[in-house]
Every structure is written in structure tokens, then in C-alpha cells.
């Protein structure tokens, strides 16, 4: 089926580990992002990618870093896990800013 | 920054009432974003206008793009309505879009 495709769907880390969650769409959409979530609050931007090769800081970048590895896929790096980062973390894209966004299932992220 | 605040925050109602969900915004916009988030956390694109109104199924979207306030209505709710509704609106001059925190919709049978 068409869409976001994201995993892992849940992830446990130990403090200090480093994983990288996928992120991959096969609509041809130009831009991508990844937010995460958090009780009580709205979705906040981490990162995002307008075209293949670009990349911007969100709102909440510290700690992470991302990759565009090509138009359909876009990574997102947790170098050294703190339980700061403890949250569900989605990807989402648009064919730009402009449009609809797609969002992937989402990843529930535990850090210990 | 753009700022978006939702009313209510949590919403229960009668199965066959009549819903309303606002968002409010602080700067202007080209388009306002409405989503759904299903009980299992799944995250889906209701709609996306920059003026007046659009309806798909038994839901309404409207925009007052010089009043900066939309709504999401819903007519004869039905329990699978159950779910986090949400706005959004792109940053001022840029795509980044800033969310509201959600209205969380409950309907009783």
C-alpha cells in the first residue's frame, strides 16, 4: 500500500546507545519530517528535508541528526539515547509544505 | 511564531450529536491542517483549506482566514468518531507547520 513506512515500531535503549529510526514513502513526495510527541503536547518539528539533499532544524533538533538518503527515505539518529528523548516519534511527508501530509504509524521510543 | 490553540481540550458526547472543534491561530496562513489520531496512535490527514469550507463524509471544515479561527465539525457522531482531533498551520512564511495540542473526542453510545 502506499504511504509512510516507519520503523521500528517500539524501541527500548539504555542510556548513552545510539539507533536510528527509518523512515521511507513512496507517494514521490519532495519534503519529509520527523516530530516527535509528547503528553500534553502538540507534535514538534525535529527535522525536516523540502528536497533531496536538503535538511533544516525543526524545533527540538538537539540530540538528533538526520539523513536524506535519497526521495523516498529519510533518517532520523539518535547518536547517544538520554530519557529526555523518551517519546513517539513520527515521519510524515508532503509533496511540499503546501499539501496534505502523510504520516507513518509512528515509533514509541523508551530510553532507560 | 505561530501560535494555535484548540478548544475543547477533551469533548464527550451523545452518539448522534453534532460536534464542534475550534482552533484558533496567532499570524497569518496560507492553508490550516486538520488531522486525526486514532486510539492505536495512528496519525491521518482530515484536511487542508485556506478559505471557506470543505466536507468529506459527516465531517466539515471551515476557515475565517481575517478572523484566523476554523472549525472542525462533525454531524450525527458516532463512537468510531472517538479520537484526537488536531490543527495545524504552517509557520509564518515558511512550511514548517506548529500543532495545536489536540482535542480528545469521546462519544458514548
Known amino acids: 500500500n502506499a504511504g509512510v513506512t516507519q520503523t521500528p515500531k517500539f524501541q527500548v535503549l539504555k542510556t548513552g546507545q545510539s539507533m536510528t529510526l527509518q523512515c521511507a514513502q513512496d507517494?514521490?513526495?519532495?519534503?519529509m519530517y520527523w516530530y516527535r510527541q509528547d503528553p500534553g503536547m502538540g507534535l514538534r518539528l525535529i527535522y525536516y528535508?523540502?528536497?533531496?539533499?536538503?535538511?533544516d532544524k525543526g524545533e527540538v533538533p538537539n540530540g538528533y541528526n538526520v539523513s536524506r538518503l535519497n526521495k523516498r527515505e529519510f533518517s532520523l539518529r539518535l547518536e547517544s539515547a538520554a530519557p529526555s528523548q523518551t517519546s513517539v516519534y513520527f515521519c510524515?511527508?508532503?509533496?511540499?509544505?503546501?499539501?496534505?501530509?502523510?504520516f507513518g504509524s509512528g515509533t514509541r521510543l523508551t530510553v532507560v | 511564531k505561530n501560535e494555535v490553540e484548540q478548544s475543547p481540550q477533551n469533548l464527550t458526547a451523545q452518539e448522534g450529536e453534532f460536534i464542534t472543534i475550534n482552533c484558533s491561530y496567532s499570524v497569518g496562513i496560507s492553508a490550516l491542517h486538520w488531522l486525526q489520531q486514532h486510539p492505536g496512535g495512528g496519525i491521518v490527514s482530515l484536511f487542508m483549506?485556506?478559505?471557506g469550507k470543505k466536507k468529506h463524509g459527516r465531517l466539515i471544515a471551515t476557515i475565517n482566514i481575517q478572523e484566523k479561527h476554523s472549525s472542525l465539525h462533525i454531524t450525527a457522531s458516532h463512537p468510531r468518531d472517538s479520537a484526537v482531533y488536531i490543527c495545524a498551520g504552517p509557520n509564518f512564511g515558511n512550511e514548517k507547520l506548529t500543532f495545536g495540542t489536540g482535542t480528545r473526542l469521546t462519544i458514548i453510545p
Open positions: 507517494m514521490n513526495h519532495n519534503s
Open positions: 510524515a511527508s508532503s509533496l511540499t509544505g503546501n499539501y496534505g501530509y502523510t
Open positions: 528535508s523540502a528536497s533531496e539533499g536538503t535538511t
Open positions: 483549506l485556506s478559505s
